[in-house]
Nanobody, 115 residues
Framework: QVQLVESGGGLVQAGGSLRLSCAAS????????MGWYRHAPGKPRDWVAS???????NYADSVKGRFAISRDNTKNTLYLQMNNLKPEDTAVYYC?????????WGQGTQVTVSS
């Protein structure tokens, strides 16, 4: 089992920045990849970004050039640096870990971007 706890969400004005963190614990040594998803009201949960165990990163087109995913293996923590935030980035952001064909999720953290 893998436990994930997100933090760092909040209210920010358009054009501002936030950094989300996701602390991982439990059986984390065989995690294949980790990522961020978001869920806005009335919309399906969308993939935002991911990073593999080898460090390869991928981004949704909507956030490419504005968001950066990274991980600190010494702290077992995943990050999402979000710059130039837009109102359409408003959502609950979830941390995800993929391990042995299973998905693990955090509880989510709210990000609200005001115009």
């Amino acid at each position: 089992q893998v436990q994930l706890v997100e933090s760092g969400g909040g209210l920010v004005q358009a054009g501002g920045s936030l950094r989300l963190s996701c602390a991982a614990s439990g059986d984390i040594f065989t995690i294949t990849s980790m990522g961020w998803y978001r869920h806005a009201p009335g919309k399906p949960r969308d993939w935002v970004a991911s990073i593999t165990s080898s460090g390869t990163t991928n981004y949704a087109d909507s956030v490419k050039g504005r968001f950066a995913i990274s991980r600190d293996n010494t702290k077992n923590t995943l990050y999402l640096q979000m710059n130039n935030l837009k109102p359409e980035d408003t959502a609950v952001y979830y941390c995800n870990a993929y391990k042995k064909a299973l998905d693990f999720w955090g509880q989510g953290t709210q990000v609200t971007v005001s115009s």
